[in-house]
């Protein structure tokens, strides 16, 4: 089963609040614990909210169940994805795009 999600955000006051809500849903649904999964939603919103003009988030599920999110920022330049969201993120930056993974931790015995 193909498991992808594409969202495109206008460049509305509200682009950050929703690419943090789905970002949000992604991150439970890939098993991560409820702070975790609240820290990435966080940084995507105001990521999102600091970026020029509409976005293209896409999600897609990893065969080891992993989730990868990519935010395409059509009407970014070169410097306006900020290095320290994908510090946060764990992402790479490439040209425009920000791509990062999304992985259940690993459980940890005794």
Request: aromatic fraction near 0%.
């Amino acid at each position: 089963m193909n498991r992808t999600l594409q969202l495109d955000l206008a460049d509305t006051r509200h682009k950050g609040a929703v690419a943090g809500q789905v970002v949000l849903g992604v991150a439970v649904a890939a098993g991560l614990p409820p702070l975790a999964a609240s820290r990435q939603a966080r940084a995507v919103r105001s990521l999102c909210d600091a970026l020029p003009g509409g976005l293209r988030l896409s999600a897609r599920e990893e065969p080891d169940g992993a989730r990868t999110i990519a935010i395409d920022a059509p009407g970014a330049g070169s410097g306006d994805l900020p290095p320290a969201a994908a510090e946060v993120l764990g992402a790479s930056i490439d040209g425009r795009e920000l791509v990062f993974v999304l992985r259940r931790p690993p459980l940890r015995s005794r």
